[in-house]
């Protein structure tokens, strides 16, 4: 599997750092983006055009994890990236596959659930 830059896409700081630390020690990552909305997510992927898997919440202020991952489908140039939706509402699970989430996590993350996620779906390019 090759190395990965990762983009981390949540609201809450608490969250992002656990999972910036959880990133930190998988072998698998080299590097990880944060962004803490979904405007400042599509800022980031438009300059950054080698970020090969995305993690993203759902529930945010202004652009959702949603529009996000509509948008990042439409578009040819991000609709291959892989896409694992978070969130502590499970009643989202069906509406970001259907967005074409590859995969849902719920909150709190385990990492053991994420290191097997990131896994399996970080070769898929």
Known sequence: ??????????????TRKLLITMLKQNPNVYE?????????ALEILNKNRD??????DIIM???????????MRKDP??????VIVLSTDETQKTRAIDAGA???INKPIAEKELTYKIE???SLE
């Open 1 to 14: 599997m090759k190395q990965l830059k990762i983009l981390l896409v949540d609201d809450d700081a608490i």
């Open 32 to 40: 990880t983006l944060e962004a803490q909305d979904g405007q400042e």
């Open 51 to 56: 970020i090969d898997f995305v993690l993203l």
């Open 61 to 71: 202020p202004g652009r959702d994890g949603i529009e996000v991952l509509e948008y």
């Open 77 to 82: 140039r991000f609709k291959n990236i892989p």
């Open 102 to 104: 590859n995969d849902f």
């Open 120 to 122: 399996k779906y970080g």
